[in-house]
């Protein structure tokens, strides 16, 4: 018989295991396809798939595009706001509204410059037409600016995620001001939750206290530049920059502390390490070390690809790759690195109607990039 002991050491660890897991072993070698669907591209930050299957492609310099299934890429499209295009800033991420079949509505995500010298990320919504061959904006309104403003070029995030009730996740970065992450007075660092229209949502954690902005749904976030639903769970999923390593995946609940900067699994730029566990603070579902400067996801749930259905595909920038993770509920079971041979920055993962995977690579001649096992 076991000692007692052993088998409570035993038990905690296969509690705890997943919360500290990294490096997952190899899987399986997918033979793939890769095409070029559309070039030309300026570092290249969003995708979203229209309902006849093409493309709403947001350019960082501060243009949206519409690329059609054959790789034709229009002209930009007018009414994008002024944005603050410099270093990590720019036109980031677009997203469809649900009904967006009858309204139009799309929502976008951008730096903005600020009157007061600074910026910081702002969500608009507006409605897309296309009229004698030319696409527009109409109706543009701003429905969260991230406060306060900063004169910055860094860390801005940002994903939107609409969630089945409507409402609008957005990750925000700490603009690189790492002790404000755990503010609640700020939206530095955070993922926020908000109504479509911009009205906080009356259920959010830190709705009623003076100390907090009533947006905030979660914190101790660094830079969050990637985020989807689980397709089972129907919970938030974000994957975090860390800063020397510590890249981090995680589920994002209401109300919870992820620890940025007082724990992580990485160290800081000055080579000062950071610990990795404090009570109260959320311990992620998986992390990189070395970094791979995580950048867009999706979880895959098409019939085209069987073998993928249930994995979770993440971009990697200064990695290079796209990565394949395999997945047990919230543990990875195994980890491969796709596109490794081409060279280039992922900035974005999309499922596509098809069934395929699409990329967009960040660069000045970004490129959109379809991905389908071979048989």
Known sequence: MRPLLSIIASLTFAATAWAVQ????????????????????????????????????????????????????????????????????????????????????????????????????????????????RARLEDVQVIFRQLPSYPANVHFGSRIVVAPDGKL???????????????????????????????????????????????????????????????????????????????????VRKGLNYGWPVINYGRHYSGQDIPERRE???QPLYYWDPSIAPSGMTFYTADRAPQWRGNLFVGALAGRHLARLVLDGEEVTAEEQLLTDLGERIRDVRQGPDGAIYVATDSPKGRIIRVTPRN
Not at 22 to 47: C, F, K, N, Q
Not at 173 to 199: C, T
Not at 206 to 229: C, K, M, T
Request: net charge negative; aromatic share 8%; no cysteine.
């Open 22 to 133: 990294t490096d997952a072993p190899r899987a399986p070698r997918s033979d793939i396809v890769v095409e070029t669907v559309a070039e030309g591209l300026v570092h290249p930050w969003a995708i979203a798939f229209l309902p006849d299957g093409r493309m709403l492609v947001t350019e960082r310099p501060g243009r949206m595009r519409i690329v059609t299934v054959e790789g034709q890429v229009s002209a930009p499209i007018e009414g994008v706001p002024k944005v603050f295009a410099q270093g990590q800033g720019g036109l980031l991420d677009v997203v469809l509204a649900p009904e967006f079949q009858s309204s139009g509505t799309i929502y976008f995500s951008y730096s903005e410059p600020r009157e007061d010298g600074g910026n910081g990320t702002a969500v608009a919504r507006a409605r897309l037409v296309e009229e004698d061959g």
């Open 169 to 251: 996740f957005i990750t925000l970065g700490e603009r690189f001001q790492m002790q404000y992450a755990q503010d609640l007075s700020r939206h530095w660092g955070k993922v926020v939750r908000i109504n479509p229209d911009g009205s906080v949502p009356e259920d959010n954690p830190f709705v009623g206290r003076e100390d907090a902005r009533p947006e905030i749904w979660s914190y101790g976030h660094r830079n969050p530049q990637a985020a989807g639903l689980h397709p089972e769970t129907g919970e938030l999923w974000i994957v975090d920059h860390g800063p020397r390593g510590g890249d981090e995946i995680n589920v």
């Open 280 to 282: 109260g603070m959320e």
